[in-house]
């Protein structure tokens, strides 16, 4: 166990839904990252989150948002979701020093 | 720009040692890392390195870092079955915050 705790581990759901990915970062971590990792195009960051603000933008599709909780777990909101959006999606939490990030055992998605 | 490369697959003898590359293309780097993921499981930090250091051992685990060339790279010693795993290298630059730009990975497979 990392620390780092994401919810649900699976998730299969139709084109043009809503989803609600949900990470509670490892305890005292101050930042949390989002990842997408799929075939094609490998791990993409996607947004950055320290206490409770956005730090940092990636590749995050308008159709993607995510917020960091005064308790500093974060949630990632994927909606109009296409079949392109079937991935694992990682959450990451760092103390904010450049030591490297803790993962969460990921998210699957599946767009059918 | 920030792009890391990866060869995609290794293949090594159990008990042989490993060495997995890495280049990276921004000279802003200011820490190197190197991430181990398991089927099914998230990325685990194996180790990282400064930008001023060439070297850096842990255990089986040698990396090493050739400025110049923007080369880096992961030796495992006495390589295991259970090393089997995908690879990831990851930079982050002094101007991105502690954002991480990850390889496509390299898939390592050790035959007994």
């Known amino acids: 166990d990392s620390g780092v705790t994401q919810t649900p581990k699976h998730l299969i759901t139709a084109t043009g839904q809503r989803v609600t990915l949900r990470c509670s970062p490892r305890?005292?971590?101050?930042?949390v990252y989002w990842y997408q990792q799929s075939l094609d195009q490998g791990l993409q960051f996607l947004i950055q989150?320290?206490?409770?603000?956005?730090?940092a933008k990636g590749n995050i599709l308008e159709r993607f948002s995510a917020q960091q909780f005064p308790d500093l777990h974060s949630e990632l909101n994927l909606s109009s979701l296409e079949l392109g959006d079937s991935a694992l999606y990682f959450c990451?939490?760092?103390?904010?020093?450049?030591?490297?990030?803790?993962f969460g055992s990921g998210t699957r998605l599946t767009v059918v | 720009g920030e792009d890391v490369e990866q060869s995609l697959f290794l293949s090594v003898r159990e008990g042989d040692s490993s060495v997995i590359n890495c280049t990276y293309t921004?000279?802003?780097?200011?820490?190197l890392y190197w991430y181990k993921q398991e089927p099914g499981a998230g990325l685990q930090l194996l180790t990282y390195?400064?930008?001023?250091?060439d070297m850096k051992q842990d255990q089986r685990l040698t990396v090493l870092l050739n400025k110049k060339d923007k080369h880096l790279s992961l030796r495992i010693a006495d390589t295991q079955t259970g090393d089997s795993a995908i690879y990831f290298c990851?930079?982050?630059?002094?101007?991105?915050?502690?954002?991480?730009?990850f390889g496509g990975g390299t898939r390592l497979m050790v035959k007994p």
């Open positions: 990451a939490s760092s103390p904010g020093r450049r030591t490297g990030y803790t």
């Open positions: 305890s005292g971590d101050l930042s």
């Open positions: 989150y320290y206490n409770g603000e956005e730090r």
């Open positions: 921004d000279s802003s780097s200011t820490y």
């Open positions: 390195i400064f930008s001023n250091m």
């Open positions: 990851a930079e982050s630059m002094s101007n991105a915050g502690n954002m991480l730009t």
